[in-house]
């Protein structure tokens, strides 16, 4: 049996005194077949630490994103044993 995989979240980053992030685009991606979304970002990073020397780069992100698991319920089905019906000859010897 194939070990269950555990999602790890992705955190993104936050704007601090040092360095700055512009979001420039984001594409979601459904992917159906694996049960998830790809989630594609652009971002501007802009640092801040010396203010002589701001400088801004481009970053690339993309990472994956599962769809939530649906619950499968199992229902028992219970069948209840009806007699059984005799025919003429077994009421006759009866």
Not at 41 to 61: M, Y
Not at 67 to 77: I, M, S
């Amino acid at each position: 049996m194939p070990k269950e995989k555990v999602h790890v979240p992705v955190v993104e980053p936050k704007t601090t005194s040092c360095v700055e992030y512009i979001e420039l685009g984001r594409t979601v991606t459904p992917q159906p077949v694996f049960k998830k979304d790809t989630i594609r970002v652009r971002l501007l990073q802009r640092s801040l630490g010396n203010p002589a020397e701001t400088f801004d780069t481009e970053k690339h992100w993309e990472y994956d994103v599962p769809w939530p698991v649906e619950e499968v319920k199992v229902e028992e089905v219970v069948v209840e044993k009806q007699p059984e019906k005799k025919n003429i000859f077994q009421r006759v010897t009866l």
